[in-house]
């Protein structure tokens, strides 16, 4: 069975820049079946589905975030990663990292996530 | 203000059938795009119930099933348990924001 599991820092100050990684487990993260998101859920905006990315390293990013991302990937690893530059107060949230099968073909959808982390923004 | 509109809380007795609606518009679900349905319980993360707006993911019990019809669709239970207390999300995606969006959520109290 699949499990994800996120890691980093709990707590970011404001203006910093936020490194999460998530380790696949139970699966490759080369299978060429799934994409692999991250989402986001705060009090104030609910659940948040901030980017994909492909295991060729193909991306693709929520258009309307505020603050830019960017995803990795180190398939040696069997990890993804997200950057978040310049963090706010705003971007305090639980961050999940999933798998979206390429079955879910017009919207992806998320069959496996980690636990989550809760990341605080504050100085 | 989420584009796809649920109910933020709904209630029902055990055994009851309860349906939580997601309503959205010409640019997400009226646009032919696939809904999914996650549960979650308290401290935990979702977990997809539906996708492709009526398909149930393996070990997903009989009792939920989802439907979609013009710019809205609906997630049924039936026979409610205490363990489904819990809170339900319906995703989309929009064309005009480009991306999978979430329902507000449909806090699920079962009396």
């Known amino acids: 069975q699949v499990q994800l599991k996120e890691s980093g820092p709990g707590l970011v100050r404001p203006s910093q820049t936020l490194s999460l990684t998530c380790t696949v487990s139970g699966g490759t993260i080369t299978s060429g079946d799934y994409y692999w998101s991250w989402i986001r859920q705060s009090p104030g905006k609910g659940l948040e589905w901030l980017g994909y990315i492909y295991h060729n390293g193909a991306t693709y990013y929520n258009p309307s975030l505020k603050s830019p991302i960017s995803l990795s990937v180190d398939t040696s690893k069997n990890q993804f990663s997200l950057t978040i530059n310049s963090m706010t107060a705003a971007d305090t949230a639980v961050y999940y990292c999933?798998?979206?099968?390429?079955?879910?073909?017009?919207?992806?959808?998320?069959?496996?996530w980690g636990q989550g982390i809760l990341v605080t923004v504050s100085s | 203000q989420s584009i796809l509109t649920q109910p933020p809380s709904l209630s029902g007795a055990p055994g009851q059938r309860v349906a939580i609606s997601c309503t959205g518009s010409?640019?997400?679900?009226?646009?032919?795009?696939?809904v999914h349905w996650y549960q979650q319980l308290p401290g935990t993360a979702p977990r997809l119930l539906i996708y492709?707006?009526?398909n149930r993911p393996s070990g997903v019990p009989d009792r939920f099933s989802g439907s979609k019809s013009g710019t809205s669709a609906s997630l049924a239970i039936t026979g409610l348990q205490a363990e489904d207390e819990a809170t339900y999300y319906c995703?989309?995606?929009?064309?005009?924001?480009?991306?999978?969006?979430f329902g507000g959520g449909t806090n699920l109290t079962v009396l």
């Open positions: 492709s707006n009526t």
């Open positions: 999933a798998r979206d099968p390429r079955y879910c073909t017009s919207t992806s959808c998320h069959d496996h």
């Open positions: 995703q989309s995606y929009d064309n005009i924001l480009s991306a999978s969006i």
């Open positions: 010409s640019s997400n679900i009226g646009a032919n795009f696939d």
